[in-house]
């Protein structure tokens, strides 16, 4: 039976194919994600664009989640984090629209994942270059290749900071995060079972 599991498992993993396996949309606030004042300041933090005042310029719809040094000024150092996400081996990604102004290269957009609830942060991709309008659309979009880290339930942080002092910035915002990946192993892997369960029992 080990070996016919094996078998079923190995035919899934050939077969399976990303789908998606996370979405948010922030028209509820920050949503599903928990915000983070790793400065300690209440500065900047990720918010509501209505909060500071802002429409949405990611190029997404309704609510983006918007993170504003220009609001006012201070230390600021925000990570928005998403529920852990449960990836299988194989191809995965995760995608998402935003508008980021840079300020005279001072102020960072990263864009991070863990592996271990948040414990500790890879950077993912991390940009200094204004993108999209300053205070309007267009947007942007952008897709990151997360394929090396199926197997694990992953967190995924957008993380917006300024590690000089004396920070006045303009802002990030982002939309639409979508993870996509071959299901984690589970149910997938129990359908497989199953069927393979039923087809030996016809003979
Ligand atoms: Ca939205
Ligand atoms: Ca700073």
Redesign the pocket.
Known sequence: MKILAALALAAMAGTASAAVVFTE???SGTGSFTVQDLAGTGKALWKSMGDYGYS?WTG?????ATASSDFASGEFNTRMVSPGIAIGNGPASVSFKYNYQNFAFLDVFAVEISTNGGGSWSTLWSTQADTGGFFALPGASQTIDISAYGGNTVNIGFHYYDPNTGDWDWYAQV??VVVEAVPAPGAAALLGLGGLVMSRRRR
């Open positions: 949309s922030f028209d949405n997404g719809s309704g609510n983006a939309d639409d």
